[in-house]
């Protein structure tokens, strides 16, 4: 009898601090502003971090709890490569070349691999996985696509500082839709004796890395008295 009751004890115990310790996971949110590098792999670029080109944007961030989050991220970059700067004998014959203003917007989870909350001194970085889907818009007069559906996995890092704000830096991976927004394929008609004019079997990739700063938004409480 009286170990059922020191049993009892012991799981009521368990369970208060399982409650208590959801109850201070309290979700809150993130405004930020990101800056760093993009390039294109495709086609007409093949060696990671060529032709890379500046990006900045910014991003809303909801914290569910200190493991996991979900974020919109709009951006703006110029995207180019050209077949001049190339090794390739065969790529300078073709001589292809683009540059596009490029709109992307990616919703994304993250999952931390180290319990964060942002602001707590106890909790001061975490390591993070990140995935989800995007669309990239192409403003140009041009008659190819102007929406590009992709696919955007990467991983980043993210530290508290003083007070609310969080610094971090991410590397995102974009496996887009597309085999033509380098112009590529589109202009495939064009001859070319000695190569062949594109890869039709694969698709272009956008690749981000930068850093960002974000600061801590706390939503509104409701008052457990009038619940």
């Known amino acids: 009898m009286q170990f059922r009751f020191q049993s009892s004890i012991i799981c009521i115990l368990c369970l208060f601090f399982s409650i208590n310790s959801l109850a201070q996971e309290t979700p ?15 086609d007409l670029n093949k060696v990671p971090f060529k032709n890379t080109k500046l990006s900045a944007g910014g991003f809303y961030r909801h914290n569910f709890n200190q493991r996991f989050s979900a974020k919109g991220v709009l951006s ?14 065969y ?18 989870g993250e999952f931390n691999f180290l319990p964060f909350v942002v602001g707590d001194k106890k909790k001061p970085y975490s390591t993070y996985l990140q995935g989800g889907f995007g669309v990239s818009f192409f403003p140009d007069d041009s008659k190819l696509e102007k929406f590009v559906l992709n696919i955007p996995f990467g991983f980043g890092a993210k530290f508290n500082t003083t007070g609310k704000f969080v610094y971090g830096a991410d590397f995102l991976m974009m496996k887009t839709f597309s085999d033509n927004f380098d112009f590529v394929s589109s202009n495939s008609s064009e001859k070319n004796k000695m ?9 272009d990739w956008l690749s981000y890395f930068g850093i960002y700063l974000s ?5 509104p409480q ?4 009038f619940d």
């Open 28 to 42: 809150n949110g993130e405004v930020g502003i990101q800056l760093g590098g993009i390039y294109y792999l495709g």
């Open 76 to 89: 703006f970059a110029k995207v180019g490569a050209s077949d001049s700067t190339h090794s390739n004998p």
């Open 91 to 108: 790529q300078r014959q073709r001589n292809t070349s683009f540059n596009r203003n490029c709109f992307t917007f990616n919703a994304m």
């Open 195 to 203: 190569k062949q004019k594109y890869s039709s079997s694969n698709m």
């Open 215 to 219: 600061y801590r938004i706390d939503y």
């Open 222 to 225: 409701k008052c457990p008295t």
